[in-house]
């Protein structure tokens, strides 16, 4: 996979960088709007991360110019601006994530997968997922705990992928909302609950150990007692 970071702060693209390659992703880094914008009209990228405030040119600028040559290679704003407001302008220039700093590369890497997951790519060499006894099988869409099967919606084979990939640490409503809806819900809405609710009970029921864990306040964490 091939990823284009079009970032001017030295510290933040090396940092991302260094996160996609030890995913095995091959990097490429722009370090102003002018630059960046020649690589996404001259290369084939699968997904490009572009800065807002760039040197040169601005990302708005770069994201609209890219878009009206009819570039689709996927990207994700990275900025400090929150508003609303700017978000909505983005999406429609035709931005395909939005990502608010400072931010933790491992919500970085969820949306990336979100997105190639949309566009029907796969990233991932793994073909299942393991934790204690539980067993996620990539191919076949099925899971196991022990020797009992477990039967799950596609948002709940979703929501337990998510957390599998990320055993031992805590993920919040707002990463788990993305990864499996693709959309930022609400703090007020309960949806996710009611599908943690759904997957514990069938996850870890008969079981003395249990898995799924709430973190009150914050959200939802993969580990044994």
């Known amino acids: ?43 084939d990228y699968d997904i490009a991360i572009l800065d807002l405030m760039l040197p040169g040119k601005e990302g708005d600028e770069v ?7 009819n570039i689709d290679t996927p990207i994700i704003i990275l900025t400090a601006k929150d508003r609303v407001s700017d978000k909505i302008d983005l999406f429609e220039a035709g931005c395909d994530d939005y990502l608010t700093k400072p931010f933790s590369f491992d919500e970085l890497l969820l949306r990336v ?27 076949k869409r099925t899971a196991t705990r022990g ?25 919040t409503r707002q990463e788990i909302s993305k990864y499996v809806w693709e959309y930022d819900f609400d703090t007020l809405t309960n949806i996710i609950d009611v599908y943690i609710n759904h997957l514990r009970n069938k996850v870890d029921k008969e079981n003395d150990n249990k898995l799924i864990h709430t973190i009150r306040g914050v959200g939802y964490i993969l580990k044994e007692e």
């Open 63 to 69: 994201l609209k110019n890219v878009r009206a040559q």
């Open 147 to 171: 020797n009992r099967e477990i039967e799950l919606t596609t948002k709940e084979f979703s929501l337990l992928e998510i957390l599998m990939r990320f055993p031992n640490k805590v993920l």
């Open 1 to 43: 996979m091939n990823v284009l970071i079009i970032e001017d702060e030295k510290k933040v693209s090396s940092f991302i960088s260094k996160g996609f390659e030890e995913e095995n992703f091959k990097v490429d880094v722009a370090y102003d709007g002018i630059e960046g914008e020649k690589k996404l009209l001259k290369n």
């Open 113 to 139: 997968k979100a997105i190639m997951r949309r566009k029907g790519k796969q990233i991932d060499k793994e073909t299942e997922l393991t934790f204690s006894n539980l067993r996620l099988d990539l191919i």
